[in-house]
């Protein structure tokens, strides 16, 4: 497990969903695509309730007490219980960035981590790297969601023109 390759590719992706995310209006931030899509202004909420509740919590718990049980989270339901799509975005994109740079500092502190060290997930044993390795995968799927969801407002924006001789999408 390269630890610092794992850090680098995490602060790179918060420049990235920061990039995604600044500087668009109120309304893009809010758009939805359809009913069940998130908006950007979810998954940056989301991203945000991740860093503090999820991966450096759960990843702690594997590395220095495993045989504690996870906390319970519910990230589908938070999006509307926490009514994420209420918020500002520019408070919520620095939110996660503050969120990112201390797991980064969390990361960067930990001593001989035993990467191998297991714990009992609902699905079945996990090791404390799968955790980490999950982690820097999980900001590539919601980067991939933000550009799906530029391109979409995109389309919708320049309807009821095309945007066929762009490319396939």
């Known amino acids: 497990m390269n630890v610092e390759q794992c850090m680098q590719t995490m602060r790179a992706n918060a420049a990235r969903i920061h990039t995604l995310a600044h500087g668009i209006s109120e309304e893009q931030a809010r758009w939805r ?38 906390p319970k989270i519910d990230p589908q339901g938070w999006v509307q219980t926490r009514d994420y799509n209420s918020r500002a975005l520019e408070e919520s994109l620095q939110n996660f960035l503050r969120e990112r740079a201390s797991s980064l500092d969390w990361l960067r502190r930990l001593n001989a981590a035993n990467w191998e060290a297991a714990s009992t997930a609902p699905w079945g044993q996990m090791r404390a790297g799968d955790m980490l390795a999950a982690w820097v995968a999980h900001d590539l799927l919601h980067l991939r969601q933000l550009v799906e969801l530029h391109h979409a407002y995109t389309i919708a924006q320049l309807a009821p023109y095309e945007t066929r001789y762009a490319g396939e999408w």
């Open 33 to 70: 695509p359809d009913a069940v899509a998130w908006s950007i202004l979810e998954v940056i909420n989301h991203l945000y309730d991740e860093e503090q509740y999820d991966f450096r919590v759960r990843l702690d718990i594997m590395l220095h007490d495993p045989e504690r049980p996870w």
